[in-house]
């Protein structure tokens, strides 16, 4: 396929940008508390958090939604 | 509800911290999959996913310009089907300026011509990419740039246009509203949408950080106020019927919401009281 100008063929090519820089604040998961909800997985804007609760900082903004909507506060954010 | 893990949406896009638009597609995407092709006005998704030479998108997407990404779905729908492609998800994402004004003549077409696409209207009620500017969608009482809190005015003086009742009147098959703080109530209904033979239509709440003026981390708990005070309402409509999709337990007061955001905080304890009952009343014909 020919691909003009206009066009951008690598798919997710964004994961070049690593939001990680923008953070002041870093979520940090106590996996002993974590319940496995998928809380932080389904509301994260950057869609950083896996199922395994894994979280990205390469691409994590610091916003604080997943600390925030945890239910039993198993994450807390500290200054990175 | 089991939920795909793949994402559709990939991280490195410009959206501010916090940003519910991108909630909205990520969760959107989850239900239509893979075989998606992606359509969007221009406006803050289209601005932050798309910083040339890169995408954040997994999937085909096109931009066209402000006025017209139902007519664009339409076309892409429509050359879909010649090529005998009927299983394909075509998806136009657009803000509510780019829904309630600059694109209403493109949606209202595309609706009246009955093209197999889903229309999901991301609603942060207003201009946020342009900074700020108030839209159709636009609540009475919000403070935006061109409806300004001050001597002469307490913000915007009109109501929010009832963007999914026109679309009903439209009479496409699937109309629905919802909220980036109801997550599987969302998620079912693009996946309806996506079953759907014909348009559908979804209205998605969605706070903004920037500029409603509240805290990052408060985004989804800002939409669960909006559902939680009645300020607004999850709802579908298959086929003409109507039905309330969540009533909360024990309606807040509204000003459990509007308090939480600058763009409310100028207003008078008369006004906030006009928008409770307007809220009453809306919620007393819905029965919630």
Redesign the interface.
């Known amino acids: 396929m020919t691909v003009k100008i206009g066009t951008?063929k690598?798919?997710?090519?964004?994961?070049?940008?690593?939001?990680g820089s923008?953070?002041t604040f870093r979520p940090v998961l106590d996996e002993e508390k974590c319940i496995d909800c998928?809380n932080c997985?389904?509301?994260?804007?950057?869609?950083?958090i896996?199922?395994e609760n894994e979280i990205?900082y390469?691409?994590c903004?610091?916003?604080?939604?997943c600390?925030?909507?945890c239910p039993v506060k198993a994450i807390k954010?500290e200054r990175d | 509800m089991e939920i795909p893990e793949q994402e559709f949406l990939a991280p490195g896009h410009r959206g501010c911290a916090g940003c519910g638009a991108t909630v909205a597609v990520r969760l959107a995407l989850k239900m239509l999959g893979p075989n998606t092709v992606a359509v969007s006005s221009t406006g803050c998704l289209e601005v932050i996913t798309s910083q040339y030479p890169e995408t954040a998108w997994e999937i085909p997407w096109i931009h066209v310009a402000f006025e017209n990404a139902a007519a664009v779905a339409s076309g892409v729908e429509r050359a879909l089907k010649s090529q005998g492609k009927d299983d394909v998800n075509v998806v136009a994402f657009a803000g509510d300026g780019g829904t309630a004004d600059i694109g209403f003549q493109a949606l209202s077409g595309a609706m009246e011509r009955g093209h197999n696409i889903i229309y999901i209207c991301y609603d942060n009620e207003a201009y946020m990419n342009t900074g700020v500017q108030r839209s159709g969608a636009t609540p009475y009482g919000a403070s935006t740039t061109t409806s300004p809190a001050g001597k002469k005015s307490f913000g915007e003086d009109k109501p929010k246009k009832n963007l999914p009742m026109i679309m009903a009147a439209h009479g496409v098959p699937y109309v629905a509203t919802a909220s980036i703080s109801y997550p599987e109530d969302f998620m079912k209904k693009v996946k309806k949408a996506g079953e759907t033979e014909g348009p559908a239509y979804i209205h998605v709440h969605q706070p903004c950080t920037t500029g409603w003026g509240y805290d990052p981390s408060k985004t989804i708990e800002l939409g669960r106020l909006a559902v939680d005070t009645g300020a607004w309402i999850l709802y579908e409509i298959v086929d003409g019927e109507f039905k309330v999709t969540y009533r909360p337990l024990q309606r807040k007061p509204v000003n459990e919401y509007l308090n939480a955001q600058k763009r409310f905080k100028h207003l008078a304890d008369e006004e906030k009281e006009k928008i409770q009952n307007y809220v009453n009343q809306v919620c007393a014909e819905l029965k919630i």
């Open positions: 951008v690598e798919p997710g090519s964004s994961k070049m940008n690593k939001t923008w953070r998928e997985f389904l509301f994260c804007p950057e869609g950083c896996n199922k990205d390469d691409y903004k610091g916003c604080g939604i600390a925030e909507e954010m």
